[in-house]
């Protein structure tokens, strides 16, 4: 067939670069060619960017080329100025190679508005689960006042189409009265909107069908398709051996020495301890963390990322007795964690629930005690705990920290015990589904053959 160009255009986090190149990656390996697209700022931190056929980099400056701070509202407007002006270029400058299809991730709903104006198709790539888009869908169309009039108290149950029963505890942080980053709803709902306008939009979900079967299929508006988990290929489908790592990590190790650590561990015996990329746990948080794990003796690995710079003490002084901690496990300040999650010694994931982690759990069979933070992740703790049934979410105090009694009550709950086995099971069955999702003939790589068959066709996707 004739070779698609896909623009993968991803908005400038490690969180939404990582399963963007994926899909990249994925991309390039059933005949499109691809060209990725991101900020000079992000782009200058990736590491083990692949080199493949048919795959190019196309970073531009936003504005920002040394990195911006969260929460600086003049960056988005700047990504938007600076990013359509760029896009524009490489789209009129294609001459040997013309785009046939832009996806773009979330937090840039400014793209399908510039692939309209180009007559270009566009097609979201939603990197949480379906029933979050559906959550967003549903208060921007008829249930803004029924998710408002109960978004503060936890007695009142939440009742949307297709999804479980929900309270103000598993909806999106930015839907409830403590949300302090106003700007992101105003996004979300531009970007609802764009897709609304669009006929039959298409949605691309890291997610797979039978992970979500009524929450893919509830907005008859959008054609919602799941197309992952976008996880590399060698601790999933196994078709690229070679494929390790995201491409777009941000971090590295200058060791892989907590892999020869796990080696020397039991099976199933390890808690791994990590709250991704994003997370900043106060000192009474990690401290507490740190007798969890203490007092649970069970050996752990512990991502402990070093403080903010604002932050006078080390990682390591921020916890009480890490020299006897460090008789049970080991902290470091980052890991490869797919796989680590993948390796037979981890029997339990303590996480905050961010949906790469979530998926990257759930493919490698690994049960979870959950401490949800903000945006999607109080939602894929409801998931994680009431639906797919593979782990139990930690209680907090009134100041809102977990304490380290509770947290080694749920580790021992998931670690031993009926529950615990039960679990185990349903992980392993997750685990099972997911690669049989990806596999030749299953339904994720159904899906995606499917897209790239149609973005030829303009009338198909505009």
Request: proline fraction near 6%; charge should be negative.
């Amino acid at each position: 067939m004739l070779q698609v160009h896909f623009l993968v255009v991803s908005f400038p986090a490690q969180g939404h670069i990582n399963p963007a190149l994926q899909f990249a990656k994925r991309l390039t390996r059933i005949g499109a060619h691809v060209t990725f697209v991101t900020s000079i700022s992000a782009h200058r931190r990736m590491t083990n960017t692949p080199t493949l056929d048919g795959l190019t980099y196309a970073p531009f400056s936003d504005g920002y080329d040394d990195g911006y701070k969260p929460g600086d509202h003049h960056f988005y407007h700047e990504l938007k100025r600076l990013g359509s002006q760029a896009l524009t270029d490489l789209i009129v400058g294609a001459d040997r190679r013309p785009v046939t299809c832009i996806v773009y991730n979330l937090l840039l709903p400014w793209v399908p508005e510039l692939a309209r104006d180009l007559r270009v198709p566009s097609a979201l790539l939603w990197i949480q689960p379906a029933a979050v888009l559906d959550i967003y869908y549903y208060y921007f169309n008829g249930y803004g006042d029924v998710i408002d009039s109960n978004n503060n108290d936890p007695s009142f149950s939440i009742e949307l189409p297709g999804l479980p029963s929900l309270t103000c505890k598993d909806i999106p942080s930015f839907f409830l009265p403590s949300n302090t980053h106003v700007f992101v709803m105003p996004v979300f709902q531009e970007l609802i909107q764009n897709l609304d306008e669009e006929n039959k939009a298409r949605v691309l979900v890291n997610s797979f069908e039978t992970l979500e079967v009524e929450a893919l299929r509830v907005i008859d508006k959008f054609s919602m398709v799941a197309i992952g988990p976008l996880i590399p290929s060698a601790f999933l489908d196994g078709k690229d051996p070679l494929d390790t790592s995201f491409g777009g990590d941000l971090m590295i190790s200058s060791s892989i020495h907590y892999m020869d650590w796990l080696k020397s561990k039991k099976e199933a015996s390890v808690v791994y301890v990590s709250f991704g990329t994003t997370t900043v746990l106060s000192e009474d948080q990690v401290r507490e963390i740190g007798n969890g794990l203490l007092t649970s003796r069970r050996p752990f690995l512990w991502v402990l990322r070093p403080p903010p710079v604002n932050n006078d003490k080390e990682g390591d002084e921020m916890v009480d007795n890490m020299e006897v901690l460090k008789q049970y496990g080991m902290v470091v300040p980052w890991c490869s964690q797919v796989e680590v999650l993948c390796h037979p010694s981890i029997g339990c994931f303590v996480t905050h629930c961010g949906w790469n982690s979530t998926m990257e759990g759930l493919a490698a069979g690994v049960p979870m005690v959950t401490f949800p933070q903000w945006s999607d992740q109080p939602m894929n703790a409801k998931l994680i705990r009431d639906v797919w049934r593979t782990g139990i979410r930690v209680e907090v105090n009134e100041e809102g920290v977990l304490e380290g009694d509770e947290l080694k009550r749920c580790v021992e709950m998931v670690m031993e015990g009926e529950r615990g086995e039960e679990m185990r099971k349903n992980a392993k069955r997750w685990k099972d589904l997911a690669r049989e999702a990806v596999m030749d003939g299953g339904s994720s790589e159904k899906n995606l053959q499917a897209f790239v068959g149609k973005v030829g066709s303009l009338e198909s996707l505009i």
